[in-house]
């Protein structure tokens, strides 16, 4: 083991594949993840271990590790001291915001949170959840609450759950009537690790690393030959980060032209250039976009 050695928490459960597909795809190679607390990194100043999204922050906190990954809510949940270093937009099931809301039956006549005066809500959550009706002067009780709580609506008033697209309130019959909170993955690390110049960097790092392989999911790289007298023509129709390169070809009468753009336009686009005289058009994936 190096004499310097960066403690890194990566959350077990629902977050762990989507963290560790996502190192993948920054660089980093780890393995052993499936049977073991302490996978290994192709870095031997990283040091890994895996433990549950909801306590990592106070880990972090505490000093215990030097960083780590974990929801928004947890740490205000958590109520922890940390240093957010930065916000990761990936989850579990899409790269959208998770979304802690209160919910009750469909066939309920609750229809606004002070419809559930002097009731019962269960939640995971249970620190924000009563800070929530606190700020909204409205009595309740806050249970914690173990797991399944959708089952749990049908017993309680309420339930307060983690949602990212709604579907597993709608198979269990639930509707959400407000939203408590909305979180992403955040980088965090403990403050006295960030003062520190070796674990300072080497957790900057990552982030850029990490962040360059998220906005990396959403763009592809795109080339094309064109005529000269078609360059300026082509050049109002293509979107470009900063300026797309333009290259000389053997031919002088084409350039080669390479851009970046947004997956979601690549279909739109590659009709209209080839219209417009843009030939040889192929697209490409990125593993890495750094800004």
Known sequence: MPDKVLKLGIPKGSLQKATFDLFEKAGFNVTGYERSYFPRIDDD???????????????????????????????????????EVCELLYSKATNQPARWVLAVPNESDIKKPQDLEGGIIATELVNATKKYFQDKNINVKVEFSWGATEVKARLVNGIVELTETGSSLKANNLKIIDTIMTSTTRFIANNNSWK????????????????AAIDAKTVV??????RSCDLEKILKIIPSEKSPTISTLANEEFVAIEVLIEESTERRLIPELKRAGASG????????VIH
């Open 45 to 83: 100043q990283i040091q890994i271990v895996l433990l549950r999204a909801q306590e990592m922050s106070r880990y972090v906190a505490d000093g215990v590790l030097d960083a780590g990954f974990t929801g928004y809510d947890w740490i205000k949940e958590n109520d922890s001291d940390v240093h």
């Open 196 to 211: 520190d110049g070796f674990k300072r960097e080497k957790i900057e790092n990552i982030a850029i690393l990490l962040n």
């Open 221 to 226: 790289g795109m080339k094309m030959n064109v």
């Open 281 to 288: 058009i192929f697209t490409y994936p990125l593993n890495k």
